[in-house]
């Protein structure tokens, strides 16, 4: 997957993931979050056995939402 796919990819799991937890950042934020957010949920999703990011697709999308909510919930703990 090229730089462009994984700006895109990152920018739309992020705000996903912005909205389901009731955060509001901007475009950056979106797009660092996502990534992250990537790697965090491939890691889980490799770890329970089932298929991680494959190119850019709805799975690859879930995936990296769900990483991205886990890492905004790990930094909502860690503010309060």
């Known amino acids: ?4 796919a994984w700006l895109v990819l ?3 799991s992020g705000w996903i993931a912005n909205r389901l937890m009731n955060s509001r950042t901007g475009l950056i934020d979106n ?3 996502g990534i992250i957010g990537s790697f965090i949920g ?3 999703f490799n770890f329970f056995g089932a298929e991680t990011i ?3 697709n ?3 999308i ?6 991205a909510c886990i890492l905004l919930w790990i930094i909502n703990q860690i503010r309060r």
């Open 1 to 4: 997957m090229g730089v462009i």
């Open 42 to 44: 491939g890691f889980v």
């Open 31 to 33: 797009i660092i979050t």
């Open 62 to 67: 879930f995936v990296s939402v769900v990483g």
């Open 10 to 12: 990152g920018a739309l």
């Open 54 to 56: 494959t190119g850019f």
């Open 58 to 60: 709805l799975h690859s």
